[in-house]
Every structure is written in C-alpha cells, then in structure tokens.
Nanobody
Framework: QVHLVESGGGLVQPGGSLKLSCSAS??????MGWYRQAPGKQRELVAL???????NYADSVKGRFTISTDNAKRTIYLQMNGLRPEDSAVYYC??????WGQGTQVTVSS
C-alpha cells in the first residue's frame, strides 16, 4: 500500500517561494505529480513527472514551478517561485494509479 505525506506548505507573500515535499512509501512510481484545489474549485493538475524524466506543467505555473524527485529518498518535490495569490490552494501529492496524500495548504497573501 502506498502512503504519501506532504510537507512544506505555509503562508508566503506574493513573489515569494516555497518548496513542497512528498515522502512516499511503497512501490517505485512511474507517474507522480502535484495537484491543487482551491475553495469552490475542482482539483487541477499542477505538475506531472512520467518515467522520471518527462514533465508536464499547467500553463499557469510554467516557468515558475519545478517538479523533481529524489528516488533514493523516495521524495517528490515541487519548487514554487514567483508565487501569486491565485496559487493559494491545498496541494496534493499524487502517484499513479490513484494514490493521494492528505494535502498541504499554501496561502499567498500580503
């Protein structure tokens, strides 16, 4: 059974940075990534990594967010730079086929 635990969320001012971490246990993951859900909105894809190399980003975060992994530590990261108020949401770690973390809150506000 896969167990995912996110950390690194918090309150940051616009233009600031945060780095989210997702500690994973279980099988080796081929598809992994980050989603987010803001109040009243559907959960949306933020960043996805396939096969340890190919990445896919939501248009709204391209050039600002970077997904990476440390396989030895079984950890998935999301580096978020240039944060905007509209990035505020609960961020969820994901691994295929249907494994989710509990979420970590990111709030961007002055």
């Amino acid at each position: 059974q896969v167990h995912l635990v996110e950390s690194g969320g918090g309150l940051v001012q616009p233009g600031g940075s945060l780095k989210l971490s997702c500690s994973a246990s279980g099988s080796i993951f081929v598809i992994m990534g980050w989603y987010r859900q803001a109040p009243g909105k559907q959960r949306e894809l933020v960043a996805l990594m396939i096969g340890g190399g190919t990445t896919n980003y939501a248009d709204s975060v391209k050039g600002r967010f970077t997904i990476s992994t440390d396989n030895a530590k079984r950890t998935i990261y999301l580096q978020m730079n240039g944060l905007r108020p509209e990035d505020s949401a609960v961020y969820y770690c994901y691994t295929a086929p249907n494994n989710w973390g509990q979420g970590t809150q990111v709030t961007v506000s002055s």
